[in-house]
Structure formats: structure tokens, C-alpha cells
T-cell receptor, first 112, second 111 residues
């Protein structure tokens, strides 16, 4: 079984809809991250969390919110989706003792 | 403003030859650098890293070189193999909290 899972893997939605992307991990890591990947822009950090009570904004948090329901779960929400949020979204985890992140397989989101 | 830059979007190399992927950064506070490899429909996977106290780190066919004065790092793959064909991202961190990624270089190794 994969250590970092993301659901759904693909989602098509309409402008104005609320969307939640979920991430679960079995690695026991306390640090979790949400990134988006756009062509020509690489991966950009949206939010990160060091434990269930610690949430931090990344480079591009506007239009997004997150919830750390448990150490193993970190959800990303788009309250009112817009077309320029069409992207590939990755969740990642990291142990406090290393700098290596472990990524999920990604969620491809299309906002029409 | 992009703090980590990979100026070559793509690179093609013959199998068996050396692949050199480059990365430049602007933030002099960055003290840890990583390379990730990404296949289509998968998430990035960690490849190799280097701390700013070193100028070279090797792991098998992969070597990362860091030139702090030039704010430049490079990944050397030798010999290149067809299975190395992927997108390679460099990443950098100053505090160990946030990581800044480059835009990626798509490597194609031609058999």
C-alpha cells in the first residue's frame, strides 16, 4: 500500500463549487504539505502543517484553506473554485528529523 | 519571484553518456538543496541532497555539486540510462520549514 495517498485522483468541477482534496499518510510523519504544480511554474507551496495545531500559509494560500484532522490526515479545500485553480495538486509528508519529503501521487483538478 | 530556477526545460542525452542538469538560486540563506525525480502520473520522489557545508555529494550514478559563490547546483548522472528519463526538480530550503522548487527539467535518455 502507498505511504501517502490522495483522493480523488482526478476531479472536474464547475466555477463556484466547493471542493475538498484529501491526503492520508501511514509514514507517521508529523509534517505535511500541500503543493500545486502548473506548467512552467514548478511546484508551489500552498499550506503546511507541523502538527494538528500548527497550520502555516505557503507562497500561494489565497483561495485555499486546510484542515489537519489528525496526524495522518491533511485536507485542502477550495471554498469557491475558479478556473485558474486548475492544476495538479500534491500532498507531501516529512519527518522532523530529515529534509526529505514524500509525495502522494497527485490530484488533477479541472475547474470549468 | 522565482527563487529557484531551472533554465533548461528539456535535455536529451544518449544512453551511456553524462546528463548534467542545472539549477540556480537567488536566496543566499538557502542551506539545504535536494533533487527530486518525477515520472508521469506519479508524485516526485527524492533522489539526492546536499547541505551547504559540502560542495559535492555522491550516490551511485548520481552526483550533486554545489557552488555557493555562484548560487548554482548541478546534478550529474553517469552513465545515463533510459529509465532515467523523467522530469527533475531541484528544491532549496533556508529554515527547513518551506521548500522552494524549480520549474523542472525534462530529461530524455535516448537508447
Amino acid at each position: 500500500d502507498a505511504d501517502v495517498t490522495q483522493t480523488p485522483r482526478n476531479r472536474i468541477t464547475k466555477t463556484g463549487k466547493r471542493i475538498m482534496l484529501e491526503c492520508s499518510q501511514t509514514k507517521g510523519h508529523d509534517r505535511m504539505y500541500w503543493y500545486r504544480q502548473d506548467p512552467g511554474l514548478g511546484l508551489r507551496l500552498i499550506y503546511y502543517s507541523f502538527d494538528v495545531k500548527d497550520i502555516n500559509k505557503g507562497e500561494i494560500s489565497d483561495g485555499y484553506s486546510v484542515s489537519r484532522q489528525a496526524q495522518a490526515k491533511f485536507s485542502l479545500s477550495l471554498e469557491s473554485a475558479i478556473p485558474n485553480q486548475t492544476a495538479l495538486y500534491f500532498c507531501a509528508t516529512r519527518a522532523a528529523s530529515t529534509d526529505t519529503q514524500y509525495f502522494g501521487p497527485g490530484t488533477r483538478l479541472t475547474v470549468l | 519571484d522565482q527563487q529557484v530556477k531551472q533554465n533548461s526545460p528539456s535535455l536529451s542525452v544518449q544512453e551511456g553518456r553524462i546528463s548534467i542538469l542545472n539549477c540556480d538560486y537567488t536566496n543566499s540563506m538557502f542551506d539545504y538543496f535536494l533533487w527530486y525525480k518525477k515520472y508521469p502520473a506519479e508524485g516526485p520522489t527524492f533522489l539526492i541532497s546536499i547541505s551547504s557545508i559540502k560542495d559535492k555529494n555522491e550516490d551511485g550514478r548520481f552526483t550533486v555539486f554545489l557552488n555557493k559563490s555562484a548560487k548554482h547546483l548541478s546534478l550529474h548522472i553517469v552513465p545515463s540510462q533510459p529509465g532515467d528519463s523523467a522530469v527533475y526538480f531541484c528544491a532549496a530550503s533556508a529554515t527547513g520549514n518551506q521548500f522552494y522548487f524549480g520549474t523542472g527539467t525534462s530529461l530524455t535518455v535516448i537508447p
